[in-house]
């Protein structure tokens, strides 16, 4: 494909997809910005497994004489928290993630021929821009198996009424990871320190302040806990809006500048201390949708809530529901590759999956996209599967009851094809609470808030929203934790630049 007709179709596709401005109001240095919440599906929740990427240190790469600055980045596909910003002038309008996980600004450029997934997102074009200044030194942003490439800008931002002038950013010219072709949003925006900024560029929240745009040194976000409500939340720009929150804030000192680091006292389940929290840590991340913790003390938590590998519960499932059945057609003398589709668990009729292993049947459906057809096919594996277990038993001769014990306990064994645990929809009510002290106040989570619910169709399927993650850390600090969207959609969050700390009250 020749240059000019990439160029081509870049233009028409410029034309093409147009966004709205998300709807924004100032008031004597106080901005609110709205924010859109994309709902979460199969394919995206797959993006936890590269949150240990985002916490890797900057380094510069002396090796590389180019000047280059390079900086991790991780997996956003999990975020639903979104809202939209102007750059140059006029405002060419962008959807970014407002990310106090990280500190740079980057769109896609107008100058990316040849990534993929450029074609599917706004492009930032500096000659449409009257404000525009050429600074066009390199940068690289790597994450997981690709990389970002592209290089410093500078114009001025829009964002709600305010307009910060001549704010440095990043013009991505090269996405080579199917990431960004997925995404829902075209670019990031760090709210971090400048401690962790790649190239140590200021912040944009930083030329805020610099510029006096702002009535106060603070920031706060609101997450709307109300899923059918069209407004997904809002975050405030100098100061906070006391219809988003209940009582008062509970602050706590920044221990570490970069992130948002905080201490963390301890966690509890139904109110008993765990006692597995010496010297924690928190990193409070809006660029994150599940809370991350040490894998010992997400075990134990995923452990008391009843969280199962995906495939280990759909077998379980399988055999709860349609054990009894399968024994009697087996007995009857059906063929085992007739009883799934018999019993209307499999669309087809003949075995299709028996030799596949549980974790090609996913991966398989999930480089098609097709969330729904993920969990059909996870059933109907399982289903066969159990199938072919009970078959095994009974022609041991073994009795009803310990072939149903000795098939659950297979199911215990399959591997489970994705990052995340799964819990039994129906149980929620049943679960613990999860609190985490901080401050020396407890900050309870229900099963309600700690679950997520995700949606394909007429299909719903629960997540336990803890994940394992083991960042190493270097005495006397102690074991990191990720506090993101999850616990900030349950408490309001206030990041005070001024007094270096954070607050927390009750959301609305």
Same mark, same amino acid.
């Given at each position: 494909?020749?240059?000019?007709?990439?160029?081509?179709?870049? !233009?028409?596709?410029?034309?093409?997809?147009? @966004?709205? +401005?998300?709807?924004? %109001?100032?008031? #004597?240095?106080? &901005?609110?910005?709205?924010?859109?919440?994309?709902?979460?599906?199969?394919?995206?929740?797959?993006?936890?497994?590269?949150?240990?990427?985002?916490?890797?240190?900057?380094?510069?790469?002396?090796?590389?004489?180019?000047?280059?600055?390079?900086?991790?980045?991780?997996?956003?596909?999990?975020?639903?928290?979104?809202?939209?910003?102007?750059?140059?002038?006029?405002?060419?309008?962008?959807?970014?993630?407002?990310?106090?996980?990280?500190?740079?600004?980057?769109?896609?450029?107008?100058?990316?021929?040849?990534?993929?997934?450029?074609?599917?997102?706004?492009?930032?074009?500096?000659?449409?821009?009257?404000?525009?200044?050429?600074?066009?030194?390199? !940068?690289?942003?790597?994450?997981?198996?690709? @990389?970002? +490439?592209?290089?410093? %800008?500078?114009? #001025?931002?829009? &964002?709600?009424?305010?307009?910060?002038?001549?704010?440095?950013?990043?013009?991505?010219?090269?996405?080579?990871?199917?990431?960004?072709?997925?995404?829902?949003?075209?670019?990031?925006?760090?709210?971090?320190?400048?401690?962790?900024?790649?190239?140590?560029?200021?912040?944009?929240?930083?030329?805020?302040?610099?510029?006096?745009?702002?009535?106060?040194?603070?920031?706060?976000?609101?997450?709307?806990?109300?899923?059918?409500?069209?407004?997904?939340?809002?975050?405030?720009?100098?100061?906070?809006?006391?219809?988003?929150?209940?009582?008062?804030?509970?602050?706590?000192?920044?221990?570490?500048?970069?992130?948002?680091?905080?201490?963390?006292?301890?966690?509890?389940?139904?109110?008993?201390?765990?006692?597995?929290?010496?010297?924690?840590?928190?990193?409070?991340?809006?660029?994150?949708?599940?809370?991350?913790?040490?894998?010992?003390?997400?075990?134990?938590?995923n452990e008391a809530i009843g969280a199962k590998g995906f495939a280990s519960m759909e077998c379980k499932k399988v055999v709860s529901q349609y054990?009894?059945?399968?024994?009697?057609?087996?007995?009857?003398?059906?063929?085992?590759?007739?009883?799934?589709?018999?019993?209307?668990?499999?669309?087809?009729?003949?075995?299709?999956?028996?030799?596949?292993?549980?974790?090609?049947?996913?991966?398989?459906?999930?480089?098609?996209?097709?969330?729904?057809?993920?969990?059909?096919?996870?059933?109907?594996?399982?289903?066969?599967?159990?199938?072919?277990?009970?078959?095994?038993?009974?022609?041991?001769?073994?009795?009803?009851?310990?072939?149903?014990?000795?098939?659950?306990?297979?199911?215990?064994?399959?591997?489970?094809?994705?990052?995340?645990?799964?819990?039994?929809?129906?149980?929620?009510?049943?679960?613990?609470?999860?609190?985490?002290?901080?401050?020396?106040?407890?900050?309870?989570?229900?099963?309600?808030?700690?679950?997520?619910?995700?949606?394909?169709?007429?299909?719903?399927?629960?997540?336990?929203?803890?994940?394992?993650?083991?960042?190493?850390?270097?005495?006397?600090?102690?074991?990191?934790?990720?506090?993101?969207?999850?616990?900030?959609?349950?408490?309001?969050?206030?990041?005070?630049?001024?007094?270096?700390?954070?607050?927390?009250?009750?959301?609305?």
């Open positions: 494909m020749g240059d000019r007709f990439v160029l081509l179709v870049m !233009c028409l596709l410029a034309s093409t997809f147009s @966004m709205c +401005l998300a709807t924004a %109001s100032s008031s #004597n240095g106080v &901005v609110r910005l709205a924010l859109k919440k994309h709902p979460l599906g199969f394919n995206s929740l797959q993006a936890a497994a590269k949150i240990r990427e985002r916490y890797s240190v900057y380094v510069k790469d002396d090796s590389d004489d180019s000047g280059t600055d390079i900086v991790s980045l991780k997996n956003y596909l999990h975020v639903q928290h979104f809202g939209v910003i102007g750059i140059g002038s006029p405002p060419q309008n962008f959807t970014v993630i407002f990310d106090t996980g990280s500190s740079n600004l980057w769109i896609p450029s107008s100058h990316c021929h040849f990534s993929v997934a450029c074609f599917f997102h706004s492009r930032y074009c500096s000659t449409n821009s009257s404000t525009y200044t050429e600074i066009g030194k390199p !940068c690289k942003i790597n994450y997981g198996s690709g @990389m970002i +490439l592209g290089f410093f %800008s500078e114009d #001025n931002i829009k &964002v709600g009424d305010l307009v910060v002038e001549n704010q440095v950013f990043t013009e991505a010219v090269r996405e080579g990871n199917v990431i960004l072709t997925l995404a829902s949003f075209d670019g990031i925006l760090g709210l971090g320190f400048q401690d962790i900024s790649v190239g140590n560029v200021a912040p944009l929240w930083y030329s805020m302040l610099q510029q006096n745009l702002l009535a106060e040194r603070v920031f706060s976000f609101w997450f709307n806990k109300d899923p059918s409500a069209s407004e997904g939340g809002e975050i405030v720009f100098g100061g906070v809006e006391p219809r988003h929150f209940k009582g008062q804030h509970t602050y706590v000192p920044v221990t570490r500048r970069g992130y948002w680091q905080i201490d963390l006292d301890d966690f509890l389940i139904e109110d008993q201390p765990t006692g597995f929290c010496i010297n924690c840590t928190a990193i409070v991340d809006s660029g994150t949708s599940f809370i991350a913790g040490p894998s010992a003390a997400v075990t134990k938590i054990g009894d059945i399968m024994w009697q057609l087996l007995l009857s003398g059906l063929k085992p590759d007739k009883v799934c589709f018999d019993i209307g668990v499999c669309s087809f009729n003949g075995s299709r999956h028996l030799s596949d292993d549980i974790e090609m049947v996913v991966e398989r459906k999930r480089e098609m996209h097709n969330d729904t057809e993920v969990r059909q096919d996870l059933v109907c594996a399982a289903c066969e599967l159990t199938v072919a277990w009970i078959r095994t038993e009974l022609k041991q001769d073994k009795t009803h009851g310990r072939v149903v014990e000795y098939v659950n306990k297979l199911c215990d064994t399959l591997p489970n094809p994705t990052t995340q645990l799964a819990v039994d929809c129906d149980k929620i009510p049943t679960m613990p609470t999860v609190s985490f002290v901080i401050g020396n106040k407890s900050f309870d989570l229900s099963p309600e808030q700690y679950i997520l619910k995700v949606q394909q169709d007429y299909i719903t399927f629960c997540i336990s929203g803890f994940i394992a993650l083991d960042v190493p850390v270097s005495p006397p600090q102690g074991p990191l934790w990720i506090l993101g969207e999850i616990f900030m959609e349950a408490y309001h969050t206030v990041f005070d630049f001024g007094n270096l700390q954070v607050g927390f009250a009750e959301s609305a």
